[in-house]
């Protein structure tokens, strides 16, 4: 019966316009079949008749196939890019140009935006060099930052019905951009979860999602071969579980727009549905992550079934993880806090110390999602920290800034601060402790900084530890 009830979940979220809208989960995740209603060949030439529009009674301008696109963010602003997510239907790749083509109505077509200052607009991009105000691209693939280049979307927009020889793409398309490829907290969170965030926004969720990424790894300017394995990993481990492919059939690279172009070489490529844009900040903007609690579960389920993990499992037994990490933010006194920790719980649960390195991705959430108590230096290897079991504990290790450092994330003089914050805040099902900074006696010889190793006060920690296993007793 498991069974049977799993595969009706599975069909239902795979046909999100065929399926009926019947209970709360599925309102939420897809939306159901839109208004359809077909007009008489000249009802629109005749009404404008009337008005003097000089309508030709009996043609119909809008016969043939034609784009559409359905948005949840700013609409009423050009350059307002920022969480503007879209699905578009009928959009077209002309592989001879590398353009995306939006296929519009003719004369009075539904305007795509609409700008406080400059009015409707109809186009997907705005350059200066064609007599526009502005330089803008419709919507962005990644987070910005001042100091990388980001990778925004646009398209041509044609006054005309689809082209007779076009190869139309079954199922849902997304376009995906590496940010930081080497870090799991940004490929995780800054990359993948958007893509399901995005899917439920607009009510096209689907257990098989196919994402289109901007570039191979191979192609990115990383500094190593051994970076490029990683980008890899970490792309396959956070990525992939969203395509609904198995792990042993899915590649270890997920497919380019240009791999796409290359098999379908004859022919302009359209795509049933395709999603752009999204909300990419996920640790500098709390305001993206108020809500998405449900969001973080599903995500956090999706993985981990992907790789063959329980997502409902309770651990019976404690299991205290204690994370190293080399360089910066380190624990300074890794060997010392270890000794400490085997010697006054050890008795209670089993204490497994990792720095992820060695392991597969697999085995890496395998041990997350087994532990009860996680100990974790901040930044981006506390990132696979929300694959915790429901109702774990995270002890984050805090950052206090040092003199003239800038206040990126609301930091306060003196203060002790919790790195990743605004996204820790709404993961929901794991409860975080917070292991607190206040002078230079908590860090190593190079004192305060956002950056530095901390050094743990053994007995500080135990209380926290204390704490967390007297709350995990039954009720």
Not at 70 to 81: D, F, K, P, T, Y
Not at 395 to 423: Q, V
Request: aromatic share 8%.
């Amino acid at each position: 019966i498991g069974c049977l009830l799993l595969l009706d979940l599975r069909l239902r979220l795979s046909s999100p316009r065929d399926t009926p809208v019947d209970d709360a989960g599925s309102i939420m995740l897809y939306s159901p079949k839109p208004i359809a209603i077909m007009l008489a060949a000249d009802t629109i030439d005749r009404s404008r008749a009337k008005k003097g529009d000089g309508g030709q009674t009996g043609s119909r301008q809008d016969a043939g196939r034609y784009s559409h696109m359905r948005c949840v963010g700013n609409l009423e602003h050009i350059e307002a890019i920022e969480g503007r997510t879209c699905v578009f239907e009928n959009i077209c790749h002309e592989p001879s140009s590398d353009e995306f083509i939006f296929y519009s109505r003719r004369n009075e077509s539904v305007p795509l935006l609409y700008d406080h200052r400059r009015g409707e607009q109809r186009r997907l991009r705005w350059r200066k060099a064609g007599g526009d105000e502005i330089d803008a691209d419709f919507a962005t693939l990644s987070k910005f930052v001042s100091y990388k280049h980001r990778n925004t979307w646009s398209a041509v927009v044609h006054e005309s019905p689809l082209p007779p020889d076009y190869s139309l793409l079954k199922g849902t398309f997304a376009l995906s951009a590496p940010f930081v490829p080497t870090n799991l907290g940004h490929v995780a969170w800054d990359e993948a979860f958007p893509l399901l965030v995005a899917m439920a926004q607009l009510g096209v969720y689907t257990p098989a999602l196919n994402i289109l990424r901007t570039h191979r790894c191979e192609e990115l300017s990383l500094r190593t071969n051994s970076s490029t394995l990683v980008c890899n990993k970490f792309a396959h481990a956070f990525l992939s579980p969203l395509t609904g492919a198995q792990p042993l059939d899915s590649p270890p690279r997920l497919q380019t727009l240009p791999d796409l172009a290359a098999a379908h070489p004859r022919s302009t490529l359209c795509f049933e549905r395709l999603l752009v844009g999204g909300s990419f900040d996920a640790f500098n903007s709390e305001a993206l992550n108020v809500g998405k609690e449900p969001l973080l579960a599903l995500f956090r389920h999706r993985v981990l079934a992907w790789h063959a993990i329980d997502p409902t499992a309770v651990p019976s037994r404690h299991q205290i993880l204690l994370v190293r990490k080399q360089g910066r933010r380190a624990i300074a006194n890794f060997a010392k806090v270890e000794a400490f920790v085997r010697a006054r719980f050890e008795h209670v649960a089993k204490v497994v110390v990792t720095d992820y390195s060695s392991l597969t991705m697999r085995e890496q959430l395998q041990i997350v999602a087994s532990s009860t108590i996680a100990i974790s230096p901040c930044g981006g290897i506390s990132m696979i920290l929300p694959f915790l079991p429901e109702g774990a504990y995270a002890i984050l290790l805090n950052y206090l800034l040092g003199a003239d450092e800038p206040r990126r994330h609301g930091e306060c003089e003196g203060c002790s601060w919790s790195m990743e914050a605004e996204l820790w805040r709404h993961v929901r099902h794991v409860n975080k402790m917070y292991y607190q900074v206040w002078d230079a006696s908590d860090f190593s010889r190079s004192g305060p900084g956002r950056d530095s190793s901390v050094r743990v006060k053994p007995p500080r920690l135990a209380r926290l530890i204390e704490a967390a296993l007297e709350e995990m007793q039954p009720r």
